[in-house]
């Protein structure tokens, strides 16, 4: 019997999609939506070997799914027999500890969490209202990214804040990207034809949004996103770890909460410090000579480098060091500048395979190196496709 799921990835400034059914394991159709809210945007749709692109733009979410839903009426297959739809939905707090059927308390739940998630939750919650006027008669469901990280020991999630505060308000290290994560962790396992319950891997979850977690026997033991996606590495438009004094400071000089909440979540990262939220954009600027533009870069691989290196400590060793994600998995350049400053720790780059595109996992690494590198192209879509039907089956 057929289960054929819709599933939408609604990331802080894009759309993933995909229609497939997880016992067959092949897509019928995947799509992107790319640079929603910037000026000009695309979306790209794949069906039967052939590919439809537009360029336009997005001012939002909801006009993104508008234009997905009007991909597959024009160039198939069609949605309306689908037996679900699967939503990635970032944060759910304490409140939700598991992939669960959304109703309208659902919804207002996540409104509630918002806060907690400013980039993520927003956008995420308009995909599931417009996906659900579009598709009434179907569950929909969320799964959160949450969920892989509840293993995290207390040593790696409790802030050394008021025992009373982290209690009362549930403040503490919850993780993002998990479902990336995992799906990640488990492949690179079977690439390399090892037991994932032996293995010691730090996977790099690189995009507009970005984490890095560390693995241990398939279990994550530390991640670098906290309370909120903002906390730990550089990301397009999120400034990751900074003092948290900063926000005090900050006010002092007249700013308001909010202001200071819309700098570090909008208007920091990549895009603050050189005006640029899109890599391949920091790229062009930096081989034109953009000094700015070479200093966001370099912040930002110093910022992975601590992570990598801290995590290294936390597991007692690594075996396999994995990058995953759109910038993770296409950014030959960023992979080079991380690998190479870790000749001291004995890994070595194959210059040739860095350079190699493919949908396909692969080794960059040489045959010599002291640690695994590998490329994992992320598949959080089948992952969450395979929870969803886990989800409507209860």
């Known amino acids: 019997m057929s289960q054929r799921i819709l599933l939408l990835n609604c ?3 894009s759309i993933k999609y995909q229609l497939l059914d997880p016992q067959v394991g092949v897509p019928e159709a995947v ?3 790319e640079r929603v809210g910037l000026e000009v945007g695309t979306i790209t749709h794949e069906v039967g070997g052939e590919e439809f692109q537009e360029a336009r733009r997005f001012a939002d979410h909801t006009e993104g799914v508008a234009a997905v839903v009007k991909m597959f009426e024009e160039h198939g297959p069609t949605i309306h ?3 679900a739809v699967g939503h990635r939905t970032v944060h759910g707090g304490s409140t939700f500890v598991e992939s669960v059927k959304i109703d309208d308390q659902v919804i207002a739940k996540l409104v509630e969490l918002s806060d907690l998630a400013p980039l993520h939750n927003p956008p995420g919650i308009a995909g599931i209202s417009a996906a ?3 598709l009434p008669d179907v569950p929909h469901v969320a799964v959160f990214d949450t969920a892989f990280f509840s293993t995290l020991p207390a040593e790696a999630y409790t802030y050394a804040i008021n025992y009373d505060t982290t209690h009362d308000l549930g403040v503490r290290k919850y993780g993002f990207h998990g479902t990336s994560h995992s799906y990640v962790s488990k492949k690179a396992a079977e690439f390399l034809g090892r037991p994932l ?7 790099c979850h690189l995009g507009n949004g970005a984490s890095i977690s560390a693995v241990d026997g398939g279990v994550a033991v530390d991640t670098s996103m906290g309370l909120t996606p903002l906390q730990g590495l550089v990301m397009g438009t999120r400034s ?3 003092d948290p004094g900063l926000h005090k400071y900050l ?3 007249g700013m308001s909460i909010d202001a200071v909440d819309t700098l570090l979540n909008k208007k920091s990262g990549m895009q603050g410090m050189c005006g640029y939220s899109d890599m391949r954009d920091v790229k062009s600027a930096i081989d034109a000579g953009d000094e700015k533009a070479k200093l966001a870069l370099d912040v930002y691989v110093h910022r992975l480098l601590s992570y990598i290196g801290s995590y290294i400590a936390v597991l007692g060793g690594v075996d396999a060091l994995v990058f995953t994600a759109g910038v993770g998995e296409n950014a030959d350049h960023i992979r080079k500048m991380v690998v190479d400053r870790l000749a001291f720790y004995g890994l070595t780059l194959d210059e ?8 396909e996992p692969r080794r960059i690494s040489t045959e010599d190196s002291k640690v695994q590198v590998l490329v994992v192209p992320t598949n959080e879509e089948l992952a969450m496709a395979q929870e969803t039907v886990t989800v409507i089956g209860r």
């Open 240 to 242: 990751g770890d900074v």
């Open 31 to 33: 799509g992107l939506v």
């Open 197 to 203: 319950g032996e293995l010691k891997t730090i996977v």
């Open 81 to 83: 027999d689908v037996v």
């Open 352 to 359: 040739e395979a860095n350079k190699v595109r493919s949908k």
């Open 251 to 253: 006010m002092r000089t």
């Open 11 to 13: 990331g802080s400034s």
């Open 132 to 134: 659900m006027q579009i």
